[in-house]
């Protein structure tokens, strides 16, 4: 089912936005010389590198150190869900109150002598996007790397110290090779994840957000909005073939890593 | 294997299915040859010699035809005289009028909900609320049981229970049913006495009585209450009346309850479960917004024959027509994203014009589910790329260049100038390389009285100089213009050229150059000495409410020389209040660079399955018909040139407004003369230039503006903070 509107997307990217003069790939330099769209590929590319890496890295150790707390394991799993199940209304309501110039954290500014500052419409709109999304997501992760880490037979590590291994040399040689198949479907889950962060950002500050979190997602809304699905298309065709890119890396990545460890 | 055939084979077949009936052009509408429906017509009453104009005050089915009385005033103030007249029209359609001096004596005075109603039994009885020498409310009920000769006054405890009679209804044993402005429903017996609370209504839903049955709307709005005074029972009949609408009801001979409300009339028979809607009020004028049912009234026949008069007493005769297209064999669907008075009056004379045709109008922001704008364009593109967008389009505040440039709107030219002449200055200023998209269906101008040199509202940079260069007054008041409103008011009319990226700089500097010369703070309002007490809150709301008032309130006291402000209408309230400023007080009438404001952008979709009928819609918009009829709420100049000098020449006395600046100063505006409505009219002629309206990128860019007027950013930043949004904004 996905394939026909798939390949409608790719007919659409080489014709005219009502689709009824083939323009070759016109539609692809549009895209590719526009500048807002170097912005958006620019500010989404940074919000991947940092945040995926990030919220990867944290919510294993945080796993890793749960795995040992067997105390209040299922009552802390649950709360870590939690940011999941609020809606982004509300989340966003939580991010206008603590961030707007007006806000919690201008108050605390001011009550310590400093200006206010207006978080989201400012450079630091973009830090506020990557906790925004850290909190949402990062209970998630550390679920799905509990249920990894669980996986792993017991007697790896036991061995492994009898052999005399260090906790950071079995986390090294036991845990992560044991990890691959969670490792690909963690990172890829982080992936998606990470562009549903665009509703939070929309309805924080609108289709113009700052300049510093200005998405592909925004410009592909604001595109559909002016009609120009022609740009849409071919800006969808260009994503997908670097997603497809960037899960193939991850795929390999993970294959290899997994072999040479 | 077999089977996996027999499935691919169902898959295909299911594919190709879908596709056909995908690829079914939307044109392709079945044909109903059906004929026969009721039909809307428009009755005039005579007005009566020496009456400028008069008010319905009631209308009922006699045997020889239909009777409306009216009202009318005339004299002075303090010597009002009022005067009371019955016209009847027969069945041959002759009108016939007299004087109806018993009213005069019941109601000398005029009065409160004036209301006159006759009984199956010929009894005339009349109600109206007026203020005893103590200012307090009371109701009266005249009778009359000689069709006017003599009448009497109810005098029963009941009267005096109701807070003000909205609606009156006889029963057929002289007890009479009462509806109050609080919405209460009660049982007057013959003399007016209480005879029983029946319970409430919604107070606009109106009342009717027929033998030992009482019908009020119920208070929820959503079913059409009946009592049944021979018990106690009561029985719902239910229907969706729409939200806050007014709505009036009446039984016919056979027990037949009629009701007419903004979705259509219906009835309902004594025996029946279901209401019937016979009349669609989208294609006629009960679906008007400013449509205000007041009265209804049934004529027995072979097929019932309606009548139904608005508030401003427009009169419509609802009658079955035989030849008429039973069910109209064509949709015409038309968008808007916000309402259009134009279109809903266009609906209605284009459904008298053609009956095969129904006019479907969409208005987004009516539409369920709380959407923004950005999400009403978004579906609606989708329908355009689906090759099923409505089949005329109201561009206002859609992206009309994208859709020129895609190919979206078909070229109007030629519909332009089959229809009625229209200005041609405005649609110059639509015209690309000779092809028309869209042609405004009205316009409003920005305009500014000022006792300095008229020029100086040119250009951005011309204002500038002379705020700089004047002694005394400064040329616009800091009362009216805070850094806000004032960056609010230079981008609405000066921000053309900073919308499209140019000159970001220059335009941050006049506006600064502007600020700096007048004053302006964060607040509004500063130095507003008003003689009444309102808090700070209430004064701030009041002043972004109206804008105007401040800035009369500087221009009237000598501390500016100008205002600026807009104007849609000769019976506008800043047109009214700015004309007579500029009379009472000394100043010129002038243009903003030959700017105006488009109402109403029609544009026509090439790909519409009926583009032929949708052009004939547009030219019915654009006709003297509807342009002529433009009503308070189009609130803009018409763009047919007919129209326009039809309501140029036209002299009114029924429209004032009024400011109180302080004990010594006030503002009375009435009707403009006739030099101002002589210069108003050619700076509508001369009007070249489309202001643009992009409410999204103003909000964006004000702050902006705004951080550099109060100094907290400099020049350089704010510009580099204007160029980023507009970057942004105009590369994608």
Known sequence: MAVIPTLDVVRRSLFSAMGNKFVGLENFASVLTNESFFLAVKNTGRFLLLCIPLLLTLSLLTASLLMRQRWCQSLLKTTYLLPMVIPVTSVVLIIQAVFSKNGLLSALCTLFGKTPVDWLNSEYAFFVLVLCYLWKNFGYNVVLWMAGLSAIPNELYEAARIDGANEWQCFLHITLPQLKPTVFMTTVLALINSFKVFREAYLVAGRYPHNSIYMLQHILSNWFTNLDMQKISAAAVLLMAAICLAVFFIARLSARKGESL | MHLKKIIATFLVFTLLLSCYACSKPSGQRASIESKGRYMEDKISLPLPDDATQQALIG?????????????????????????????????????????????????????????????????????????????????????????????????????????????????????????????????????????????????????????NKVAVLAPSGKAVRVYDLTGSESVDWDIDIPEDSASKMEFSDDGTLYLACPSGLYSHTPDGTIWEIFVDGDTTNLGIPSFYISYLAVIRGEKDVIYVADYEDGLYRYAYDPEAAQ??????????????????????????????????????????????????????????????????????????????????????????????????????????????????????????????????????????????????????????????????????????????????????????????????????????????????????????????????????????????????????????????????????????????????????????????????????????????????????????????????????????????????????????????????????????????????????????????????????????????????????
């Open chain 2, 327 to 732: 069910i109209a064999s064509m949709e015409l669907d038309v968008f808007s994203l916000v309402e259009n008075d134009m279109v809903r009056h266009a609906m209605v004379a284009f459904n008298r014009q053609r009956s095969d045709v129904k006019v479907k109008y969409t208005v987004a922001s009516d539409l369920a589910g709380g959407g923004t704008n950005a999400d009403y364009i978004k579906a609606l593109n989708t329908g355009l790329l689906a090759g099923d967008g409505p089949d005329v389009i109201i561009l206002d505040g859609l992206p009309l260049d994208s859709y020129i440039e895609k190919g979206v709107l078909a070229d109007i030219g030629e519909v332009v100038s089959s229809a009625d002449a229209m200005l041609p200055n405005i649609r110059q200023a639509y015209e690309e390389n000779g092809v028309l998209y869209a042609i405004p269906l009205g316009i409003r101008l920005p305009v500014a009285i000022t006792k300095g040199d008229v020029n100086a509202f040119a250009s951005l940079s011309a204002l500038a100089d002379a705020a700089e260069a004047t002694t005394g007054a400064d040329v616009l008041s800091s009362i009216a213009y805070s850094y806000e409103t004032l960056s609010t008011m230079l981008l609405e009319n000066y921000g053309d050229a900073l919308y499209s990226g140019d000159d970001v700089k220059a335009f941050l500097q006049g506006a600064k150059r502007i600020s700096d010369s007048i004053g302006s703070t964060e607040a509004l309002g500063e130095g507003l000495d008003l003689s009444f007490q309102i808090s700070e809150d209430e004064l701030h709301e009041m002043l972004l409410a109206d804008q105007f008032f401040p800035q009369i309130y500087a221009y009237v006291l000598g501390k500016a020389q100008s205002t600026i402000f807009d104007i849609g209408g000769l019976d506008d309230s800043a047109c009214m209040a700015g004309t007579s400023v500029a009379e009472q007080y000394g100043g010129s009438l002038c243009g903003i660079g030959g700017r105006f404001m488009a109402v109403g952008l029609a544009g026509v979709n090439k790909a519409s399955g009926e583009l032929e009928t949708a052009k004939d819609f547009l030219r019915m918009l654009l006709s003297l018909e509807i342009q002529g009829s433009q009503s308070y709420r189009s609130r803009c100049f018409p763009v047919n040139q007919e129209a326009l000098a039809s309501l140029f020449a036209k002299e009114s006395s029924n429209c004032s407004t009024g400011y109180h600046v302080d004990d010594e100063h006030e503002v009375y505006g009435e009707w403009p003369s006739a030099p101002m409505r002589a210069q108003i009219m050619r700076m509508i002629e001369q009007a070249n230039t489309p202001m643009t309206d992009n409410a999204e990128l103003k909000g964006m860019l004000l702050p902006a503006i705004v951080s550099y007027l109060d100094g907290s950013r400099t020049l350089d930043e704010a510009a580099e903070a204007v160029t980023s949004v507009l970057s942004t904004y105009l590369l994608e």
């Open chain 2, 59 to 211: 209308m009922n089915a006699t045997a020889n035809g239909m009777e409306y009385f009216t009202m009318s005033s005339s004299g002075t103030e303090g010597s009002y005289h009022t005067f009371y007249y019955r016209h009847t029209i027969a069945d041959d359609g002759s009108i016939s009028t007299t004087p109806e001096k018993w009213l005069e004596d019941c109601a000398p005075q005029s009065g409160n909900q004036l209301s006159l109603v006759r009984a199956a039994d010929g009894t005339l009885y009349f109600t109206f609320g007026d203020y005893d020498e103590n200012s307090k409310a009371q109701n009266h009920i005249f009778i009359s049981r000689d069709d006017g000769q003599t009448c009497f006054e109810l005098k029963g405890n009941g009267i005096g229970v109701c807070s003000m009679i909205v609606a009156l209804a006889p029963l057929d044993d002289g007890r009479i049913a009462v509806q109050d402005m609080d919405g209460s429903v009660l049982l007057l017996d013959a003399e007016g006495n209480l005879a029983d609370e029946l319970g409430a209504g919604a107070y606009n839903g109106g009342i009717a009585a027929y033998e």
